[in-house]
């Protein structure tokens, strides 16, 4: 049983590789790491690079894979897309944290790229249906710049600082997968929700 999983950054693979190791033993994954889609996706729209995904998951199909995760929000829904014409699930990682948030009624969203906004904002009101969830989107200042510098550690902390600024919510979401490692740097007693644990468990169950 092999899960692929489609990266636009190295620094997941040991992320999901630990949570692999933590929660699903024995389950085979596939990195696909690829840093050019973000890039383009972030300058043309996620749209920009539909064909060059569609692409990647095929091979990885062929490959053997029995579902994908997108660990990206930011082309998540064009990966998500796929599945139908390629034949197995193919999952965004984001998704069940998106649907634990919109059980509250305030949601803040953190996002280290304003690119990721528009896709996590319509991915809450999509999973919040009729249900009226109010929702606001804070870009973290600077936190991109650290992460493209290959400062992992400032750049979580701008993130955690940012979550204790908040008020005035039910739940706090990290829109990116790469912000996650800034939950247990938190003093906020608010929920902080993050992607890869659930969003990992829900395409093993998938693969299987």
């Known amino acids: 049983m092999t899960l692929a999983l489609l990266h636009t950054s190295p620094v997941h693979v040991p992320v999901f590789d630990a949570l692999r190791d933590a929660d699903h033993p024995g389950l085979a994954l596939r990195h696909l790491v690829h840093e050019g889609l973000l890039d383009r996706a972030r300058e043309a729209g996620p749209e920009a690079v539909a064909d060059d995904v569609r692409g990647l998951l095929a091979g990885a199909v062929a490959d053997g894979a029995r579902a994908v995760l997108c660990t990206c929000s930011t082309i998540g829904a064009v990966a998500e897309s796929q599945s139908a014409a390629l034949g197995v699930p193919v999952l965004r990682v984001d998704r069940p944290m998106a649907a634990a948030a919109v059980a509250r009624d305030r949601v ?3 996002a280290a790229l304003t690119s990721t906004l528009e896709p996590t904002l ?3 009101a999509e999973e919040a249906g009729d249900r009226p969830v109010e929702v606001r989107a804070v870009v ?3 936190a991109w710049a650290r992460f493209g510098a290959g400062d992992r550690e400032g750049f979580l902390d701008l993130v955690a600082a940012a ?4 008020t005035e919510c039910d739940a706090i979401v990290l829109a990116q997968a790469s912000m996650a490692g800034a939950v247990t740097r938190t003093g906020t007693r608010v929920p902080v929700l993050s992607s890869p644990r ?5 395409a093993a169950a998938a693969a299987r």
């Open 108 to 110: 803040v969203v953190l």
């Open 122 to 124: 319509a991915l809450l």
């Open 140 to 142: 973290v200042e600077g």
């Open 163 to 166: 979550a204790d600024a908040v």
């Open 198 to 202: 659930t969003g990992l468990a829900a």
